[in-house]
Each structure stands twice: as structure tokens, then as C-alpha cells.
């Protein structure tokens, strides 16, 4: 009976190296490749934008299960 190799760990230590290596370079473009998003996006903003669409009716749902 043969004693396993050792290749197993080279392989898990790459993947982990790799991986690592990916969330390091997400990471950097969050923080200082990626401008701010506008203020659009808020909540209270957007909370705003639906509550217009609602009251000027926009793209309206027509049907027998519709509600206003």
C-alpha cells in the first residue's frame, strides 16, 4: 500500500491564493476604482421617485386584478 501524495496541498494552497487574490482586487476597485453612486440611489430617493410614478400613473397595470 503507497502513502498518498502531498499534491493535494498545492492545489488547495493555489485555489486559496487565487481566490484570496480575487477578493483583494474586487475589494480595491470598490474602494478606489468605482466613483460614488449618485444620489439617486438613496432610499429616500428612490422611496420619492415610486410615490411620483404612482400619482402621475405612470406605466399603469391594466387588468381584472389591477390595483390604484
Known amino acids: 500500500m503507497e502513502a498518498p501524495t502531498g499534491e493535494w496541498k498545492g492545489i488547495i494552497g493555489l485555489s486559496c491564493i487565487l481566490i484570496s487574490t480575487g477578493v483583494w482586487l474586487y475589494l480595491y ?8 453612486l449618485p444620489e439617486s440611489f438613496s432610499l429616500e430617493r428612490r422611496l420619492a421617485q415610486l410615490d411620483r410614478m404612482k ?4 406605466n ?4 381584472p386584478f389591477a390595483r390604484k
Open 29 to 36: 476597485f470598490k474602494v478606489f476604482a468605482y466613483p460614488e
Open 55 to 58: 400619482k402621475l400613473d405612470m
Open 60 to 63: 399603469p397595470i391594466d387588468g
